[in-house]
């Protein structure tokens, strides 16, 4: 028997032949972003670039104070 793959956005077990998460839709085949970043709080794959997290909304990087 195979084991259940864990959605990388909700974290739902889902059966290894799903291609799609059965709690959030997320493609259970999709590749990874470039890079290999992920959201520290969700753990979502970002792009690079991205200063939010488009599935929980965090930053993703600390601000700077301005000078």
Do not use: I
Not at 2 to 7: D, E, I, L
Not at 10 to 15: H, L, P, Q, V
Not at 26 to 44: D, I, N, V
Not at 50 to 66: D, E, M, T
């Amino acid at each position: 028997m195979s084991r259940p793959s864990r959605c990388p956005r909700c974290g739902r077990e889902n059966d290894p032949s799903f291609a799609y998460c059965l709690g959030c839709g997320q493609s259970l085949r999709a590749p990874a972003a470039p890079g290999g970043a992920s959201c520290g709080a969700c753990g979502a794959p970002v792009q690079p670039g991205f200063r939010f997290c488009g599935v929980c909304g965090k930053p993703l990087v600390a601000a700077q104070a301005a000078p």
